[in-house]
């Protein structure tokens, strides 16, 4: 009987670190962002420069128009490398 709690414990045990795990999974997303501030080399805004992100894996750069404090953002970029 011994050996059959001992593997039920090992079975618990298991199930446990398992179920640890699935919120790291339904937490990662399938999309980034980038935002910042455009500005000039005195450190002034740049308020209307439009901001480009392209990829090899997009049909369309992504693009954004900074505020009126240079700040822009672009959302709902899939993961990759972009220029």
Known sequence: ???Y???ASNLAIVGLALAAGVPAVFAQTGAGSLRGYVRDEQGGALPGVTVTATSPEMIQPAAAVADGEGYYRLINLA???YT
């Open 1 to 3: 009987m011994n050996r």
């Open 79 to 81: 993961p990759g490398t």
């Open 5 to 7: 709690r001992r593997i």
